[in-house]
C-alpha cells in the first residue's frame, strides 16, 4: 500500500512555472467575481475562468494558469489537468481563426482525409500549425458531435458541416 501512495505522489508532483501573474481590468475582474459567485466551491468556476483568461490573453499562457492557480487557490497543477484535456482549451497562439477538422469515424468514413488534405494544401501548413501571417491554426480534435452531417469542422465556434473541396474553398475564402 505504503509503494501506491508513493507512486502517487511522484506522479503528481508540481508543474513549475515563471513567477509572473497575469493582471487584469476592473472589469474583468468584476466578470470573474460573477462567475465564482455562481458556484459554492470556487473550484467549480475553473473552466469559465479559463475561457475568460483564454479570451482576454488569447491562450492559457503560463502567467494566466498562475493567476488562475492563485485566484482559485489551487496548484498549478490543478489548473494544468484541466487545460490540457480540453481540446477549446489552447496552450499556445491560436491564429485569427482556428479551424478543427473533426477526425473521428462518421468524419473519417466521410471522406476527412480528403478534407484535411485539402485545407493543409491551401493553406501551405499541417494539424498543429499555423500560417505565417498568423491568420489559420489547424488543428485535428475528437468528435464535435455532427455525425449526421460528416465531414466537418469548426472555424472558431461555428460549425460547418457536409464539408466537400469546393465548400472549403467557399468558406475559407470568403473569411475577412
Not at 88 to 98: A, E, I, Q, S, T
Request: some cysteine.
Amino acid at each position: 500500500m505504503s509503494t501506491n501512495l508513493t507512486q502517487i505522489q511522484r506522479l503528481s508532483q508540481p508543474v513549475q512555472m515563471p513567477d509572473e501573474i497575469a493582471t487584469f481590468s476592473p472589469e474583468l475582474e468584476s466578470e470573474i467575481d460573477r462567475h465564482l459567485a455562481k458556484y459554492p466551491v470556487m473550484r467549480s468556476a475553473i473552466l469559465p475562468l479559463m475561457f475568460i483568461v483564454q479570451r482576454e490573453r488569447g491562450y492559457l499562457d503560463p502567467p494566466g494558469v498562475s493567476y488562475l492557480a492563485k485566484r482559485l487557490n489551487l496548484r498549478i497543477t490543478d489548473i494544468w489537468e484541466v487545460a490540457t484535456f480540453y481540446s477549446m482549451l489552447y496552450l499556445k497562439p491560436v491564429g485569427k481563426y482556428h479551424i478543427q477538422i473533426c477526425k473521428t469515424l462518421s468524419c473519417k468514413i466521410m471522406g476527412e482525409g480528403r478534407i484535411t488534405e485539402h485545407v493543409c494544401e491551401k493553406l501551405g501548413i499541417k494539424p498543429g500549425e499555423t500560417t505565417a501571417d498568423g491568420r489559420f491554426t489547424l488543428s485535428l480534435v475528437e468528435c464535435l458531435g455532427s455525425c449526421g452531417t460528416a465531414p466537418m469542422f469548426q472555424i472558431n465556434f461555428d460549425y460547418h458541416e457536409n464539408l466537400t473541396p469546393e465548400k472549403v474553398d467557399q468558406i475559407l475564402d470568403s473569411l475577412p
